[in-house]
């Protein structure tokens, strides 16, 4: 990676507003014209597997010049609002009583600014709340009702949640949660052993070396009503350090917490790591603190968690227990890759 751009990538990469960063004397010592960006960096959006769309928008949007956050957030909106993606937004699954309440946080690195919501309900949107508490407030997390009575005075309509689909998965999953309930098991049981989970989380930096990251989702699936992820949890669901990079996870968010997965990851990125060795050593760390109840019979996790990094230079990478893809767009087109696996199939 090079912190020179030329001048054809600078002006493609939407960068005007950089233009004071030409230092003189430097252009004519080159053979073509040049720019030298402090902090010059690749443009690139990367996020989890259900995020193709939102990378290419989030990139599309900071290669026109906006600001690397509201690039991530309308990125992550696409799906917030699309009823088919069922871990996040609109028609993300809801808790054990049939409500869906959604998680999200922000981070702003130039600023140094964050803003997260909790069990917001009604509300499709969580990202774009969480963006306002950051740009709005002197606060950083806003939960329940708290939190939708600020989203409304913004004008959000408070509206449900639940599609057709969702709910009909949630009404199969409590008719067959166990035999000892007052709920009859439907003929055509399908039994909900495997507690479906999802959600996005992104992270953009632009030609300056500007980085934002943004993580929303609906939370583990039949969650405990009140129950809040790792996703709202800045330090653990994201976080952004503007002079090192950024970094997101999704999965089994309760491990998450535990050991603080965003912010450690950027950590050992300011140690020097690559994002790809700072995810999996991540991952270790979890794996330390996991107790013997969510371990396999082979000494493996019994869940899942994935970790996804983002440098100050443009450099990414992301790593899970076991095979998963992550969603990316350093210019060159969005595309998936596979994460590094820390527990490769036997
Ligand atoms: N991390 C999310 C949570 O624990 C769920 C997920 O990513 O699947 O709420």
Redesign the pocket.
């Known amino acids: 990676m090079t912190d020179t751009l030329s001048r054809r990538t600078f002006i493609g990469a939407g960068a005007a507003a950089l233009a004071g960063s030409v230092l003189p004397g430097q252009a004519g010592a080159l053979e073509s014209p040049a720019i030298v960006l402090r902090g010059a960096a690749r443009p690139t959006a990367i996020s989890s597997a259900n995020s193709l769309a939102p990378v290419s928008r989030a990139l599309e949007l900071v290669l026109q010049g906006s600001d690397t956050l509201d690039a991530a957030v309308e990125g992550v909106k696409i799906q917030e609002l699309d009823p088919k993606d069922n ?1 996040v937004g609109y028609g993300g699954l809801p808790n054990e009583d049939g409500v869906v309440q959604l ?1 999200a946080s922000c981070v702003h690195g130039p600023t140094r600014r964050a803003g997260a919501v909790g069990s917001l309900e009604g509300i499709k949107t969580p990202s774009e709340v969480a963006k306002l508490v950051l740009k709005y407030t002197n606060h950083i997390m806003l939960v329940g009702e708290g939190a939708k009575k600020f989203a409304l005075s913004y004008g959000f309509q408070d509206e449900d949640l639940l599609t057709p689909e969702s709910r009909q998965l949630w009404l199969t999953w409590r008719a067959n949660r166990g035999g000892s309930d007052d709920w009859l098991d439907v003929p055509d049981k399908t039994p909900m052993v495997v507690r479906p ?3 996005i989380n992104l992270n953009v930096v632009n030609a300056a070396g500007d980085l934002s990251s943004v993580t929303t ?1 609906s ?2 699936a039949w969650k405990i009503n009140g129950r809040v ?3 709202p949890i800045v330090g653990a ?1 994201q976080y952004t350090d503007n002079d090192v990079g950024s970094a997101g ?6 491990s ?1 917490i535990m050991v603080c997965g965003g912010f450690l990851t950027v950590e050992h990125m300011r140690r020097g790591m690559s994002p790809t060795d700072a995810c999996l050593e991540t991952l270790r760390r979890v794996m330390a603190m996991t107790p013997p109840r969510l371990l396999r019979e082979d000494g493996r996790p019994a869940f899942s968690l994935q970790f996804y990094a983002l440098n100050k230079k443009g450099e990414y990478g992301a790593a899970s227990f076991f095979r998963a893809r992550y969603a990316v767009h350093d210019g060159s087109g969005a595309s998936f890759k596979d994460c590094a696996v820390l527990y490769p199939p036997k």
């Open positions: 871990s998680d989970t999802g959600t989702t939370g583990l992820g790792d996703s669901g996870s999704t999965g089994r968010g309760e998450n």
